[in-house]
Nanobody, 115 residues
Framework: QVRLVESGGGLVQPGGSLRLSCAAS????????MGWYRQAPGKQRELVAS???????NYADSVKGRFTISRDNAKNTMYLQMKSLKPEDTAAYYC?????????WGQGTQVTVSS
């Protein structure tokens, strides 16, 4: 059974950095394009970064130049390096395939950017 577990969130001051991790089990990782999604209170979940099985990346305009997505297929792990964080980056962050599959949503990891 496929399981995705996000970690690495926390409270950080504006301008700070965090690195999120997504550990995958169950064999999905090498077969799918993957992405990081986020959902802020009262807003819809949005895709902020994606990476193909060939390591091509794409970013939402709101995070371009500040976030970097990467994957380590040998470790079945995906990462999101976030820098120059802003209060508007505050959200629960999730990983999933692209397109997302409902059965793969995990608990997410909370990122709070506040002074």
């Amino acid at each position: 059974q496929v399981r995705l577990v996000e970690s690495g969130g926390g409270l950080v001051q504006p301008g700070g950095s965090l690195r999120l991790s997504c550990a995958a089990s169950g064999g999905i990782f090498n077969l799918y394009d993957m992405g990081w999604y986020r959902q802020a209170p009262g807003k819809q979940r949005e895709l902020v970064a994606s990476i193909t099985i060939g390591d091509s990346t794409n970013y939402a305009d709101s995070v371009k130049g500040r976030f970097t997505i990467s994957r380590d297929n040998a470790k079945n792990t995906m990462y999101l390096q976030m820098k120059s964080l802003k209060p508007e980056d505050t959200a629960a962050y999730y990983c999933n395939g692209v397109p997302a599959l409902s059965i793969y949503w995990g608990q997410g990891t909370q990122v709070t950017v506040s002074s």
